[in-house]
């Protein structure tokens, strides 16, 4: 399992003419490793992270996503394989008031209690299956989010700023939860941050500005 960008570019309208904001980009993020992707506003970050999902289609390239290329998926196609092989961290958890922490990871996989309290117990909530957003912390709130992006057993997690609400010793302690599970899990994970005191933790670290990657 691993996830694979080649060449990819990918231009906006802009006016009379078309915005680049990926330019040529190629990735490769092998199975249980973590890849960080710094880079100031702007620079493509979220571009990358879209393309990455299958969320938009960029004009030039291939997404290779645990070995299956995606270029001649249909719509229907790239919905079913987001839902099965790739597990998105939003920035915000973007929890559902009313569910409890079990709740939130049971919905994404017609209901398996189990693997939702087997996921919690590894982000370390066990004891905090039953309780509501209201009732968590923000790093508490992030680890659900984690927990359920998880839930479907992905071979690809994109993860996107996740400790922007955290004080530094909590966005420490979601850093290390996310590269330890992306080993325990076998995901071949991308995680774009604005920190840097973070990126020891990761296998591999790119920067990108004006929409081209780099080795950091």
Request: aromatic share 0%; charged share 20%; glycine share 8%.
């Amino acid at each position: 399992m691993s996830l694979t960008l080649e060449g990819i570019t990918l231009t906006y309208p802009d006016g009379d003419g078309r915005l680049t904001a990926l330019d040529q980009v190629d990735l490769h993020v092998p199975v249980g490793t973590t890849t960080a992707v710094i880079g100031p506003s702007g620079s493509g970050k979220s571009s990358l992270l879209a393309v990455a999902a299958t969320l938009v289609t960029p004009d030039d390239g291939t997404v290779t996503v645990d070995g299956t290329p995606t270029g001649e998926m249909t719509r229907g196609e790239l919905t079913d394989l987001r839902r099965r092989r790739i597990g998105i961290v939003f920035q915000q958890p973007n929890l559902l008031p009313a569910l409890t922490a079990a709740e939130q990871l049971q919905v994404m996989a017609t209901r398996n209690r189990r693997k939702a309290l087997e996921l919690l117990d590894a982000v370390g909530l066990a004891d905090q299956a039953g309780r509501r957003p209201h009732q968590l912390s923000g790093g508490q709130r992030q680890r659900v989010n984690i927990a359920r992006a998880l839930m479907n057993e992905p071979a690809v997690l994109l993860v996107d700023e996740p400790t922007s609400a955290l004080d530094h010793e909590r966005g420490a302690a979601i850093i290390d939860l996310i590269t330890t599970l992306t080993r325990a899990q076998r995901t071949a994970t991308v995680l774009v941050t604005h920190d840097r005191s973070h990126l020891t933790a990761a296998d591999a670290v790119v920067t990108i500005h004006d929409g081209r990657l780099r080795p950091a």
